[in-house]
């Protein structure tokens, strides 16, 4: 039975700032990617140090903002990035596309001093601009590697699972983050490189997938688990077992259907301030088979738009920003009355 509360608000939520920790303890987070509902976790919204996976809003980031087939000059700083990478040189050139796969492949951390012209503030602030557009919250990032040597990059496994959803539906970040192989060619060299997520390279129902180790974050791993309309990305930090956990946790919950708890339409909420709330698409939400379809529903009015958050057993599954009218921008016609 679905019951419909409202609550009206005329202010704006305020965040806290970021504070630096160290990975001392394990989160993981099992989200569905159409809806972002989060069907299980821990620490949810813990911060961590979150290592190479960070090269996700990296290579978001420039595949939104920067022209792919442009060649970028290798530049020495970029040869001297540590850790992890492909050895490119000095004075090379290669595309932007090249670089993201050596990025995405094999977490090359010259391809990300590259891609982001070493760390420049004008990409780092593109990146944290996009972290916040996809609604990550309790994250920064201050570079485009994820290494921790001398500054952090900070995130949680709920934020992560936000960011990976959003690029499971960019098709080019697909497409590259998939790949199992790919080879590449410059002047000065003939590039082969394989994917270092392993269940992607073994497992088909795993799409794409990004691995991440420093020795303060420890192992962290954000995979895309897709089998037939199952859509999960599913994030480990600090997880020794993190193979055989992701395929244990895409197991445990992919027994879910969905159940639509909002048609698209314009609402009157029948409340003394005349808002009408627009829901621009079919709202619906995953419902495991033992879960009870009880479902609570919660509008929060603002200024200028409305807050859905949905709650199943009491417990919030979705939250989602809504279009709010009022009487002299709306359509009368259009309207649906439903708040009675």
Request: proline fraction near 1%; include cysteine; charged fraction near 25%.
């Amino acid at each position: 039975m679905k019951k419909i509360y409202i609550v009206l608000l005329l202010f704006c939520f305020s965040f806290l700032p970021v504070a630096a920790i160290t990975n001392t303890e394990s989160s993981h987070i099992v989200m569905e990617a159409t809806t972002n509902r989060v069907l299980t976790g821990t620490n949810l919204n813990k911060q961590f140090l979150v290592a190479s996976t960070a090269k996700i809003l990296t290579a978001i980031t420039a595949i939104e903002n920067y022209n792919l087939t442009e060649e970028i000059i290798i530049t020495k700083a970029d040869t001297l990035e540590v850790g992890s990478k492909v050895y490119l040189k000095e004075n090379e050139k290669i595309t932007r596309r090249d670089l993201l796969y050596a990025l995405m492949l094999r977490s090359a951390n010259d391809a990300a001093s590259a891609l982001s012209s070493n760390n420049s503030t004008q990409f780092i602030r593109l990146m944290n601009t996009t972290a916040k557009k996809i609604g990550m919250k309790n994250s920064v990032f201050v570079n485009a590697s994820g290494l921790d040597e001398k500054e952090y990059n900070l995130s949680t496994a709920y934020d992560m699972a936000l960011l990976a959803s959003y690029a499971a539906k960019n098709d080019v970040f697909v497409q590259i983050a998939s790949a199992h192989q790919y080879s590449c060619k410059t002047k000065e060299s003939n590039y082969s490189w394989a994917n270092k997520h392993k269940l992607v390279t073994s497992d088909e129902s795993f799409v794409f997938g990004k691995t991440g180790y420093t020795k303060k974050s420890k192992r962290i791993l954000v995979s895309n688990y897709q089998k037939e309309n199952k859509n999960l990305i599913i994030v480990t930090i600090n997880d020794g077992n993190d193979w055989n956990h992701h395929r244990a946790l895409a197991s445990e919950n992919d027994n879910y259907s969905f159940i639509t708890i909002f048609k698209k339409g314009i609402y009157n909420t029948k409340q003394d301030v005349p808002y009408y709330l627009h829901v621009k698409e079919d709202i619906v939400i995953p419902v495991k088979k033992k879960e009870k379809e009880e479902v609570n529903i919660i509008f929060k009015l603002y200024k200028t738009y409305a807050k859905l958050e949905v709650f199943l057993n009491q417990k919030m599954v979705l939250e989602k920003c809504i279009d709010v009218y009022d009487k002299k921008t709306l359509d009368m016609d259009l309207v649906i009355d439903i708040f009675n």
